[in-house]
């Protein structure tokens, strides 16, 4: 039988999580992906990075166009009774091969405004063209239940593959004022659109016929929106820079207009038409400390905390709880970055982040699974005129596998089907990008 390409995607998470917390990507300038802690930047990327700094800029308009590209697998190797005695791997794989982001600001004296373009969240398409463990198990147990166990795994094939696209644009407005000769502060906010598409269709087909068992299919769009409030403080002595930027919590509700549902299993009501489902983005603190060593030589330290225990999350399955509950904490995040001036033409940099994401059993699933994570970038800074300057960076992430074993029950087991089973989640991602920023 034909393999039937389905698209059925990641219910919540970022499909394509590059940099930072479980809903939010932090990489949205190229000097970030070459140095990875730009939180006492005074340049362009300060916009996001450290917005009260932007009144430290120089005076006059300040333009940046960043082009990254990012590439990630997301795999799910499971055991499961009626899989067989070995382990079986689900491979996905993510792409966003161009994720570009935009900023612009114009500083008159101690007044700077500010804003920028960008994909805060999500940003790609994943998919797994052999399904996923989670679809298949109940649909192996429900032919099994319905056929008292007469009809075996040997006696049918199912055809399935995975995919789904998730984007969270944000555009960001905010105003940044220099008090005196060592203090800075800021104030501002970012318009988010969520924009999803989730598509499912699998199918277990007895052999030899063309006799349908059991199916599952979904035609799925998501949209909704929320604004976010950003406020910043700067202060700058010498060769120390001290900053801190606080987004306070983004209320965002995903709402459903469904197509196409068919479901035996009850694994879809997620999805039904006009349903809601929470996906907050977490509020984010973060603080950085910056020193000029030498003129040519300057390193930062950073820290971030995202708040992600007290941001609304989607249910975990068959229960009214938020996904939230289950976390052990907010996520932590730790960065360094150095960089240095060989000439006044070439900058090369690097940096390393450490990602703690208080993950548990409860929170994972095989439609939205973290890792915990460190990530190495590295890159140059080229100013190919006093107005001109070219960033190059990469960086790429080494997560730690996490492993799942889940009990027999009933009600309960591996993914509902009462039986026994283990999920072992591993990632890989690497991001390469270029940019330009212009002075006028």
């Not at 190229?30 to 932007?54: K, L, Q, W």
């Not at 804003?115 to 198990?137: A, Q, R, T």
């Not at 220099?178 to 970012?190: I, L, T, V, Y």
């Not at 330290?301 to 509950?325: R, S, V």
Request: hydrophobic share 35%.
């Amino acid at each position: 039988m034909k393999k039937t390409l389905i698209a059925l995607s990641l219910l919540s998470g970022s499909l394509l999580a590059q940099a930072g917390g479980l809903l939010t990507n932090t990489n949205q300038h190229i000097a970030f992906v070459r140095m990875m802690a730009r939180g006492a930047s005074h340049e362009i990327d300060a916009i996001y990075t450290n917005p009260a700094g932007v009144a430290w800029m120089d005076q006059g308009w300040t333009l940046s166009l960043n082009i990254q590209s990012a590439f990630q697998t997301r795999n799910v190797e499971a055991s499961f009774p009626l899989f067989g005695t070995e382990p079986k791997l689900y491979k996905g794989d993510a792409a966003a091969p161009v994720l570009p982001s935009i900023y612009a600001a114009y500083r008159k004296d101690a007044w700077a405004i500010q804003g920028f373009i960008g994909v805060i969240g999500g940003g790609g398409k994943c998919s797994f063209e052999h399904g996923l463990p989670m679809f298949d198990s109940r649909v192996m147990a429900g032919i099994m239940a319905q056929t008292g166990g007469t009809v075996t795994p040997d006696q049918y094939n199912i055809n399935t593959a995975v995919k789904g696209r998730q984007y969270i644009f944000g555009g960001q407005l905010g105003f940044s004022y220099r008090f005196n000769d060592h203090f800075s502060g800021h104030a501002g906010m970012r318009m988010n659109y969520f924009n999803g598409n989730q598509k499912g269709y699998v199918e277990a087909i007895l052999n030899g016929t063309e006799n349908k068992l059991l199916n599952l299919r979904l035609d799925c769009d998501q949209t909704g929106w929320g604004i976010t409030p950003i406020i910043g403080i700067n202060y700058r002595y010498k060769g120390l820079t001290l900053a801190a930027k606080y987004e306070f919590k983004t209320n965002l509700n995903i709402e459903n207009d469904t197509k196409e549902l068919e479901d035996p299993t009850g694994s879809l009501a997620d999805f039904k038409h006009g349903v809601n489902t929470p996906s907050d983005i977490p509020a984010m603190l973060a603080v950085a400390a910056g020193y000029e060593f030498t003129p040519k030589l300057r390193a930062t330290l950073e820290y971030h905390f995202f708040d992600d225990k007290h941001a609304e999350m989607a249910n975990m399955p068959g229960t009214t709880i938020g996904k939230q509950k289950a976390l052990k904490h907010g996520t932590h995040e730790f960065l360094a970055g150095v960089e240095y001036d060989i000439n006044k033409t070439f900058t090369v940099s690097a940096g390393a982040q450490r990602t703690d994401y208080g993950l548990s059993d409860d929170y994972q699933s095989n439609t939205s699974f973290s890792c915990d994570s460190y990530s190495v970038g590295l890159g140059a800074a080229i100013n190919l005129s006093s107005h001109v300057k070219l960033n190059v960076g990469y960086f790429w992430t080494m997560y730690s596998d996490y492993t799942k074993n889940v009990p027999a029950g009933n009600p309960g087991g591996y993914n509902g089907t009462t039986l026994p089973g283990q999920d072992v989640y591993s990632r890989t991602n690497k991001v390469f990008g270029m940019g330009i920023d212009y002075k006028f």
